[in-house]
């Protein structure tokens, strides 16, 4: 992830991909391509933190295809993905959730109550949604490199974070990150059930602690969806206090206008995409030194 020539010897990046529907899959996809574009190709990151959407986008960046093809499976509808259409009040989903956590005492326990709302909702079956993952999906395999992938243990209410040494499936750990509460069914991995990463933090950014520098990519923004134990905010100063670079990248107007209101629908993915890349060639990452 080397977007400057005087990375110093020793210095590891790591690139944290945030949660954001399949919006924000494509909107992510773009401005990666968007800042190789411009000279500032942040995707041989040396660790790569997927939660949610991002999870999907970080398994991608490890298949081997190259960025320009990722893209065009985003902004191409004759490339893109299957998906299942997810029609989202997410003003009555945010209530639904609020009322359900209502009475947790702690964070452990709001979390094992959203679980609780996932594990009882009716969804698609979960063999389905695990298709759609799996054609996501360039390949099926772990990246050599260094890929964490964030989820929710559904009853337990503890984070789970996923990689090559886990001895897990790959589009099993992304469709658990991926399964948000009510909408997606919960994943079934080594007989627990697993929800969506952003039930602890929309990016869990601290999971690149030790990195010298760090850019988070936030769909959604830095607006935790659920009360955390490691907010963004909270993420970035811990990360700053070990050392750490760190950028944050938002969308900006026109790519929040691209994404819309349902982050789940993916007609919008081509205009998303094509917002991210612009977004991205017109951004120059300030490390604010090395």
Not at 22 to 46: E, H, S
Not at 220 to 243: H, I, K, N, Y
Request: aromatic share 4%; charged share 20%.
């Amino acid at each position: 992830m080397d977007t400057s020539a005087n990375k110093r010897v020793g210095m590891t990046e790591a690139l944290v991909l945030g949660g954001g529907g399949v919006t924000g899959i494509a909107w992510m996809t773009g401005l990666l391509a968007g800042l190789a574009d411009a000279g500032q190709d942040v995707t041989g990151a040396d660790v790569i933190v997927g939660t949610s959407a991002g999870s999907s986008v970080a398994a991608q960046l490890g298949s081997g295809l190259a960025l320009e093809e990722l893209y065009a499976r985003q902004a191409d509808p004759a490339l893109q993905a299957a998906e299942i259409m997810a029609e989202v009040d997410l003003e009555g989903f945010a209530a639904d959730i609020a009322a359900a956590v209502g009475g947790a005492a702690t964070l452990a326990d709001l979390r094992r109550a959203v679980g609780k709302v996932a594990l009882d909702a009716a969804t698609v079956p979960e063999p389905e949604r695990r298709a759609v993952i799996e054609s996501r999906l360039p390949v099926h395999r772990w990246p050599a490199r260094t890929l964490k992938i964030v989820a929710v243990d559904a009853e337990s209410g503890e984070p789970r974070v996923f990689d090559n040494s886990s001895a897990v499936s790959l589009v099993d750990a992304v469709a658990a990150s991926c399964a948000v509460p009510g909408v997606w069914p919960p994943v079934t991995i080594e007989g627990r059930r697993y929800v969506d990463g952003g039930v602890r933090s929309i990016a869990n950014a601290d999971y690149a602690s030790g990195a010298s520098r760090v850019l988070v990519v936030v769909p959604m923004g830095g607006t935790e969806p659920f009360p955390s134990d490691a907010p963004l905010e909270q993420a970035v100063e811990g990360l700053r206090a070990q050392g750490a670079r760190v950028v944050v990248v938002e969308p900006d107007e026109a790519s929040r206008a691209a994404i819309g209101a349902n982050p789940l629908d993916p007609a919008t993915r081509g205009p998303a995409a094509e917002a991210g890349r612009a977004q991205g060639r017109a951004l120059t990452i300030e490390w604010g030194g090395v």
